[in-house]
């Protein structure tokens, strides 16, 4: 029995440094990386689409798509996979 509720706690030990660390980690990287977004930076959205920031609210942001200075989309902060700095390589 005593075996039993070891092997029990080792499963779950490992679950946590192998999946829930890792995974709250990477979401502390993004929240920070979303947070120090500003104008003017150059985004990848999680579709693949390259973008510049031209406005930001609390939740929301309008990237311009391309050369078309016609072509700005609403969209959320959430949908934003990486941000790149302007000269930044």
Same mark, same amino acid.
Request: hydrophobic fraction near 45%; glycine fraction near 6%.
């Given at each position: ?5 070891? !092997?029990? $706690? ?6 946590? &440094? &192998?999946?829930?660390? +890792? ?7 993004? /929240?920070?990386l979303?947070?120090s977004?500003? $104008? #003017?930076?150059? $985004? $990848?959205?999680?579709?693949? &689409? !390259? #973008? ?13 798509f ?7 989309? +609403?969209?959320?902060? /959430? ?5 790149e700095? +302007?000269?930044?390589?």
């Amino acid at each position: 029995m005593m075996l039993m509720i070891v !092997y029990i $706690v080792i499963i779950g030990a490992a679950m946590y &440094f &192998f999946a829930i660390r +890792p995974q709250k980690k990477e979401q502390k990287r993004m /929240a920070a990386l979303l947070a120090s977004m500003e $104008v #003017g930076d150059t $985004v $990848v959205t999680t579709s693949g &689409f !390259y #973008g510049v920031v031209i406005d930001i609210t609390d939740e929301d942001c309008i990237v311009e798509f391309g050369s078309n200075k016609n072509c700005r989309i +609403p969209m959320r902060k /959430a949908a934003i996979a990486e941000v790149e700095k +302007p000269g930044q390589e």
